[in-house]
């Protein structure tokens, strides 16, 4: 496994954070890497959910408390720490 350290991304809106994201998501998914999406916010996770769901990217989500989902096979893992 090949571990990669980026720096931080500031984006001056949601709209750009979200192209931000799905642009990089995309390049991952395309190379046939496999996404782990973190989000400390339930409210970003909601959206982020949402905005998955319009572009047709699939991901599957789990939580803290249940994270048998994590080691099935998908390209997205979204995630909320509480």
Known sequence: MVL??????IWLDGERKL???FRE??????DGSDILLLSHFEM???EIHAALRAESIE???FTAFDDST???PANVAAHTCE
């Open 4 to 9: 990669t350290k980026d720096s931080d991304q």
């Open 25 to 30: 998501m995309r390049a991952l998914i395309a």
């Open 59 to 61: 991901f599957r989500p």
């Open 70 to 72: 994590l080691f099935q």
């Open 44 to 46: 970003f996770l909601n």
């Open 19 to 21: 192209r931000g994201i």
